[in-house]
């Protein structure tokens, strides 16, 4: 809800970041309620509702690495041993919180789930480039405490910090198992 940002529109989006709001109050923020999240953070420019809890922050930068501020101080905030995070055009599919009963977490310190947008289709997650997507992620709390998200400065800080995590040896796992949604995504044309 940043009126600055509100009318600019991503590359790769099919709205204007202002109707993110919408997404996110209308879709977002009710399927996690549904879900029964133990706790759910909005952090950035948005507004108080039921169902979670809302921590205002002024854009530092106006681009990708507030992202990174953002989560850093929802993690603050949370108490849970497990972190899930989701940029504001992004929602765990339903039966996210069952399925994650079915990864061990001694197997994983990152979790990065397969990536669709509404149709099903299968979007890029990183996982074929060896990084983790940071569209929507699961990580331990240990795993933040040792290398907090703004441990780096930069808009590409995805596959920045997957490098710094895996250095101070995180485990990072995809898994097709547990998948988000893109609600915001354009579809890209390849050219053969």
Known sequence: MDALAAPRKSLYANAPYGARASLLR????????????DEIFVV??????????????????????????????????????????????HMFAPGTLAQLKKHPQAWWDILVPERVDEKGNLLD?????????????LMKRATWAAVPWTSVDT?????????????????????????????????????V
């Open 44 to 89: 950035g420019s948005f507004e108080s509702g039921k169902g979670y809890r809302y921590i205002p922050m002024q854009p530092i930068y106006r681009d990708r690495r507030d992202a990174l501020w953002q989560r850093e101080l929802g993690a603050r905030h949370a108490t849970g041993d497990v972190l899930a995070f989701a940029h504001d055009d």
């Open 125 to 137: 997650n990183g996982k074929d480039a060896g990084y983790m997507g940071g569209h929507c992620l």
């Open 155 to 191: 808009e590409w800080w995805d596959v920045t910090l997957t490098r710094v995590w895996k250095e101070e040896g995180a485990k990072i796992m995809w898994t097709d198992d547990l998948t988000h949604i893109d609600l915001d995504q354009v579809p890209v044309l390849a050219i």
């Open 26 to 37: 209308d879709k977002i923020i009710l399927a996690a309620c549904i879900e029964g999240w």
